[in-house]
């Protein structure tokens, strides 16, 4: 390990720029000549994030009751024996950086075992933990996704009509319903495109004109990247200047997606590829007639997830979302 900056405290922003940038570093957040050896490493390519703590002669790594949060023994540096604290979910990276900065915490600042450290840092956070967040991170993503098209329409069919199509937050089957055609907006953070979808109906065109798929994947984007309270700011202006008439509607959507200005929002994103367009006929999916098919009529309720990694764009998309960029 190296030793890149010392002290018990770490910003997301900082932890943020390397894994924007892709880049590995190594944080010793205890001091030089103290043990137990506390470092925050970020993991070369820039993929994930861990807490290491040196261990005890006999001492053995707490167990982890967290689901995402996984703990395990490593050797390092020439056989120190150290805990990883680490998170399988790239999703839940930012929350994970605040739990394990407040481990680190409890045993640079106030001398608590490792054992301690974690569980009263679980404990104190319970009442967190055992509930969602106001606005999860695949709903920040999701608005992120949707504001992006939102941007685009805009470009070729002007503000007034791009938020007028903007019909998802209003519990219509689909994102964006237009004249001619509809989009279903997925996003994702992981690497694979996989994507939930929430009933038969979403990935089902209506009757009078076809359903596009659009898949988008955001990676963290460092200082380069953009929030979601600047996007929704940007979108925001660009109402307000040239079609302020539509600024209640988009204020009213926003509000039934869960954005709120009063609420934290330091995670910045940017696209990581090319969005792909599909036909929703190219989409794996459950319809109607599979339903009918297996005999599951009684059902009311399905959600499950398709994945569309690897697929080929399907010809004739009606809108152009090349280069498409967070607003």
Not at 205 to 213: C, G, H, I, S, V
Not at 279 to 287: C, K, N, S
Request: glycine content about 8%; hydrophobic content about 40%.
């Amino acid at each position: 390990m190296t030793d890149s900056e010392a002290g018990p405290a770490l910003a997301w922003s900082t932890v943020e720029h390397y894994l924007g940038e892709g880049l590995g570093a190594s944080y010793r957040l205890s001091l030089a000549d103290r043990h137990p050896v506390v470092s925050y490493e970020i993991g070369h390519g820039g993929r994930d994030i861990a807490l290491f703590v040196e261990l005890g002669r006999n001492q053995r790594p707490p167990r982890s009751s967290l689901p995402a949060v996984h703990i395990d023994q490593v050797a390092v540096d020439g056989g120190l024996r150290m805990a990883r604290i680490r998170t399988t979910q790239v999703e839940l990276m930012r929350d994970f950086h605040d739990m394990v900065i407040a481990v680190a915490d409890r045993i640079v600042m106030q001398n608590r075992s490792l054992d301690h450290a974690f569980h009263e840092t679980v404990e104190g956070w319970s009442s967190l933990l055992d509930r969602p967040r106001a606005m999860s991170v695949e709903r920040r993503v999701g608005l992120l996704g949707e504001l992006s098209i939102l941007n685009r329409l805009a470009e070729t069919y002007g503000w007034d009509a791009a938020v007028e199509a903007w019909t998802g937050p209003y519990g219509e089957e689909h994102d964006f319903a237009l004249v001619d055609f509809d989009i279903e907006v997925k996003t994702t953070v992981l690497e694979r495109r996989r994507h939930v979808v929430h009933g038969i109906g979403q990935l089902q065109p209506a009757t009078d004109r076809p359903l596009w798929f659009t898949s988008l994947r955001l990676t963290r984007g460092g200082a380069g990247g953009r929030t979601l309270a600047e996007s929704v700011h940007a979108v925001r202006d660009a109402v307000a200047e040239h079609s302020p008439a539509a600024l209640t509607r988009l204020d009213s959507a926003l509000e039934r997606c869960g954005w709120s200005p009063r609420r934290d929002d330091d995670e910045r994103w940017t696209p990581r590829d090319e969005a792909l367009v599909l036909a929703a006929e190219a989409v794996p999916r459950l319809t109607p007639e599979l339903i009918a098919a297996a005999s599951l009529e009684r059902i009311s309720a399905i959600r499950y997830e398709t994945d569309v990694t690897g697929l080929d764009p399907t010809p004739g998309a009606p809108i152009d979302l090349s280069g498409l960029r967070l607003p």
